[in-house]
């Protein structure tokens, strides 16, 4: 018999609003303006120059956009102007301020939530940026606890359930990244519920697998998941 | 009677390590590598660029970054070279690598004083920069709280002090900020040590006025602390 779930976490980026989509929108745009210069595969460049970077810059639009300056500069020999250099720096302003889109059904979704459970959000990525994000959300208000993240990892959700003396097993993690919010969360004794976004950003892939039946649960849209939670306790 | 000081905050940047001589040294660099463009007066327009964006990218060194990109393609109507460019790329992600050296008599310092005081850091930046400092100082597992806050004002310092359960008349900021480690601390109520470094950011240029007297304290050096904290318990 498993315990009651007193606690649900929710990832924030693909899980309660549009992330993903900024991101790929920019790739396309980006891949577009270095073709005179580099020709294709100027992404699989970019995605090698974010991954190099990532012990640098860590998550977010910040180090995304100092990425796409150090591809450009790189892929085009030298050869991108400053003119391509400063729609690159605009690009990243504009996703700074990207419009807030709720996913469909999360607001009603926490909203039901919130009154028999202690709900968290827990964020992965820019400070600055997150902060702007959950303010813009119209969210805030509704979580317990809001905490930003550099890194989801096993010591990351160690440290916040015993910050906010929660046990494992009274806790349920939400979100869209098997690799992020799912398998460390399992690992730790958690039980999850995977919400699968339509592009995930290939860093964050990772395949559901045998430890992890029985202690996670995959549905289609966040209206699912008050029944479902219901199911649990 | 004041109350007894039961736990003490510490700035991070300038305060226990050296920061802003890093920024220092990386904008006289940029004044001489735009000279040839831009004559005199660059370090005035970066100066506004970053003010510009404060509001889009917050504090630390990717933002900082990024507006010194956006001012050498501006300052230099567009002549700067993307192997300018890629050379001030470059000097952001050596300042994110930064050896951390401490200020003189730190280490001894939060030694002495967590013997019998709660110790916390505060530091204000982008996360993953100072998690990764924070880490490199050596001194977190010194610290009984570490938070890292996108703004030091007094919303912040209420939330904190509220989160760990410390009332104002009990606590003493450190710091050597007087408008983001003094003057907010002292506005909620509480009591402020003050230590000048011998390089302020303008922006955090601001004077100890009337409303601080009796309530702050300015010392040269951290190894001052523990005797002041002595004298004022």
């Known amino acids: 018999m498993a315990a009651k779930v007193t606690a649900i976490a929710f990832d924030g980026d693909d899980t309660l609003w549009h992330n993903e989509r900024f991101f790929t929108v920019t790739q396309e745009r980006f891949a577009n303006l270095l073709l005179p210069y580099a020709g294709e595969g100027v992404l699989e460049r970019l995605h090698a120059t974010e991954m190099r970077n990532l012990r640098l810059f860590g998550y977010g639009i910040k180090g995304f956009t100092l990425s796409m300056i150090e591809t450009a500069i790189e892929a085009s020999n030298g050869e991108a102007r400053s003119s391509d250099i400063k729609t690159v720096l605009q690009w990243g302003k504009e996703m700074l301020q990207n419009p807030i889109e709720l996913l469909e059904g999360v607001k009603e979704a926490i909203e039901s939530l919130r009154e028999r459970y202690r709900l968290m959000l827990i ?18 208000d509704l979580f317990w606890q809001v905490d930003i993240v550099s890194e989801k990892d096993l010591e990351t959700y160690r440290r916040l359930l015993s910050r906010h003396a929660i046990t494992p097993d009274e806790w349920l993690m939400v979100g869209n990244s ?10 730790i004794g958690a039980r999850a519920v995977h919400i699968p976004y339509h592009t995930t950003w290939v860093h964050e892939h990772a395949e559901l697998n045998e ?14 998941l008050p029944g479902l939670v219901e199911s649990l306790t």
Chains 1, 2 share one sequence.
């Open 178 to 187: 098997v690799r992020s919010d799912i398998l460390p969360a399992v690992e």
């Open 211 to 224: 430890a992890t039946q029985g202690k996670v649960w995959t549905i289609e849209s966040m209206a699912d």
């Open 123 to 140: 964020t992965k990525g820019d400070l600055f940026d997150q902060e702007s994000k959950i303010a813009r959300s119209g969210l805030a």
